[in-house]
């Protein structure tokens, strides 16, 4: 077995960006490794139960489980691309080659363009007691009970109220769990007010203002003891209330996934708006170092048709660069932006518009890479 | 607990194992992770921290936190919530830091 | 209040229904759908064209009450699932419903109000199969008249029993 890999474009990370960038590159012509270190492709769309938001054009209203089988169906129809699961991407080197350890051998990759999609992953949150078994991420819930058809707990308190905190909350219900309150530190909800009025009309409360101060329990949750905020985000003593549980869910927010970003030199900036540290990117997605592009939740957290539009754009933008030109790669790039901008163009989105513009690179910003914002 | 019906998803179990933890012959299905398996038959607390000794299990389920650590099949600081199941495999709640094996 | 409460106001309502006349002529569609937010699939659900196309995707969807025959092919396509059907003619409401156990025709079961309070007795006339609408299914059911602008749910039992 060759240890050294040569290929046209190595995409890291197989969700629904990583996917879309290997299929859009694909189909001009590129030969594509995806690597993907868990055993299966699709990313977080495998355990989305739900009907999908955004543009018809781009999968609305269909389930995010299907979307994820799709693509893959897709993949695996096209020969030009190498899918590698249980495949972990190590390290990025000074001579651009790509480490990945897959199936017991520690391999190299050298790839002209690369495209990094890993991703996110979930925040904690800091209260008495946070790391009593039945203290899980959202991420995790939704992996015991999607995936794996296992139930996470009878009762169980959600904190966090973004769509995450809201989806999963249904997806728990439809589960047949009880879901005793969603927690909302904020004084207002913040997801999708469709999804709120869903899980409101079958009977769970929502909480604003309201922090988790403790979990209780010895060995396992047994409930949580929750606590008002003043305006300051300050807990008020004495308003302390105890709700009885067996699973506290954390929805606290995503983090962009960034290390190989890091290790491979690219400019970065910390945008509270995008989840913290994103890399500086142009409009076709490519951060500073010329070889590698980025997409989907790792560019910054938003959401799955976002991350599709994403992953196209610097896909197709690899691939002209590798040498696979075509007639229509302007029209088409012209195209997937419109429809991204399209998508962000809403009242929802101002905070994404907003963290985005701290992290466009002109020439400028190529040129004086912001080393000092990393 | 497993599921049985679900409105929206059909959870095609693989074939009926069994595995060791802790002298317990536990069931599970072939595809499941360790930590699934062992959640399905009540076990939640998979470690023991460090210093304080305070129960630990799974967090994030997806290998990125590390709160799930085993020793399989002797093996030291397995993930469990990325590892599947298989046939008699030898699952045990490490003690300290774990062992490098030769 | 509703950012707050997850529960749209009487005023959030009024801006989604139509007139008492138009109530009294047969089926509607209510879509109680109060954010912008990008979205589009009720637009294409609709056969005859009663939801207007989105000149902005962000847009909260119009619907054109003189088109829409009430027929809830929009109920099952809403990613949010806030499109009911109610039928003043009849005293019928069809809503979308994703969970187990189903119930039967000739059920009765717990009207609840958007805030999952139980309000009412309800009589489940028709159960759309699921599966002809990718897991969604759509149930009508026959209530008192004063509340079809009030229950938004269906308690049926606990599927773990």
Request: proline content about 4%; some cysteine; aromatic content about 6%.
């Amino acid at each position: 077995m060759i240890l050294l890999i040569n290929t046209d474009l190595l995409v890291i990370g197989g969700g629904p960006a990583g996917m879309t960038a290997a299929l859009k590159a694909a189909k001009k012509g590129a030969e594509v490794i995806i690597v993907e270190r868990y055993h299966e492709l699709g990313g977080q769309l495998i355990k989305q139960t739900h009907r999908f938001f955004g543009s018809k054009n781009e999968q609305a209203g269909t389930r995010g489980i299907d979307i994820a089988q799709g693509l893959t169906k897709e993949i695996q129809n096209m020969s030009v691309i190498k899918v590698l699961t249980e495949a972990t991407a190590q390290g990025y080197y000074e001579d651009k080659i790509v480490t990945v350890s897959y199936q017991n051998k520690f391999r190299k990759i050298r790839a002209k363009r690369i495209i990094i999609a890993t991703g996110a992953s979930e925040k904690m949150m800091l209260f008495l007691n946070n790391d009593l078994p039945g203290v899980y991420g959202a991420g995790a819930i939704q992996t015991l009970m999607n995936l794996y058809g296992i139930l996470p707990g009878k009762k169980v308190i959600m904190v966090g109220s973004g769509n995450i905190g809201l989806i999963v909350s249904y997806q728990l219900l439809q589960a047949g769990v009880e879901v005793k309150a969603v927690i909302e530190a904020d004084s207002e909800i913040g997801g999708y007010l469709v999804h709120a009025s869903k899980i409101r009309r079958i009977g769970v409360p929502i909480y604003t203002g309201y922090s988790v101060k403790s979990a209780i329990g010895k060995s396992s949750v047994k409930g949580a003891e929750i606590i008002k905020l003043d305006r300051n985000w300050q807990m008020i003593a004495g308003t302390e209330r105890f709700i009885k549980a067996d699973t506290i869910c954390l929805a606290v927010g995503l983090r962009p996934l960034v290390s190989l970003l890091i290790q491979a030199d690219c400019a970065m900036a910390y945008v509270p708006e995008l989840g913290g540290d994103v890399p500086i990117r142009d409009e076709n997605l490519k951060t500073t170092n010329d070889q590698i592009f980025v997409a989907g939740d790792a560019a910054g957290i938003e959401e799955a048709t976002a991350a599709m539009l994403e992953g196209e754009i610097a896909g197709l933008k690899a691939a002209s660069e590798i040498g696979y030109l075509s007639k229509d790669v302007i029209t088409e790039s012209r195209r997937l932006k419109k429809e991204l901008r399209k998508l962000r163009n809403g009242p929802i989105s101002r905070n994404i518009r907003k963290g985005l513009s701290k992290v466009r690179g002109d020439d400028n910003v190529k040129k004086n890479r912001y080393s000092h914002l990393r | 607990m497993r599921i049985n019906k679900h409105p929206i998803l059909d959870f095609n179990r693989g074939k009926k194992i069994t595995f060791q933890y802790k002298g317990q012959e536990i069931k599970a299905y072939q595809g499941e992770t360790i930590a699934a398996a062992l959640y399905a038959a009540g076990i939640k607390v998979l470690k023991k921290s460090n210093k304080y000794q305070r129960p630990r299990g799974l967090f994030c389920a997806i290998g990125n936190c590390a709160s799930c650590y085993m020793a399989v099949n002797g093996i030291p600081h397995v993930k469990t919530c990325i590892t599947k199941v298989k046939q008699d495999m030898v699952v045990e709640e490490e003690t300290g830091k774990g062992d490098i094996i030769d | 209040m509703l950012r707050k409460t997850g529960i749209p106001t009487s005023d959030d309502l009024q801006s989604v229904t139509p007139d008492k006349e138009r109530l009294l002529e047969g089926p509607v569609a209510i879509i109680e759908c109060f954010n912008e937010i990008p979205c589009d699939p009720c637009f294409y659900s609709c056969p005859f064209k009663a939801i207007k196309k989105f000149s902005d995707i962000n847009d909260k969807p119009e619907l054109d009450y003189s088109k829409c025959t009430g027929c809830g092919n929009c109920i099952a396509s809403c990613p949010g699932l806030a499109i009911f059907v109610v039928d003043y003619t009849k005293n019928r409401l069809s809503l979308p419903y994703e969970f187990l156990p189903l119930p039967s025709v000739g059920d009765k079961v717990w009207g609840l109000n958007r805030a999952g309070k139980s309000i009412c007795q309800v009589e489940v006339i028709k159960v759309r199969d699921p599966d002809k609408n990718d897991k969604t299914a759509v149930i009508s059911i026959k209530l008192p008249k004063k509340y079809l602008m009030e229950v938004r749910h269906i308690k049926v039992g606990d599927p773990n029993e």
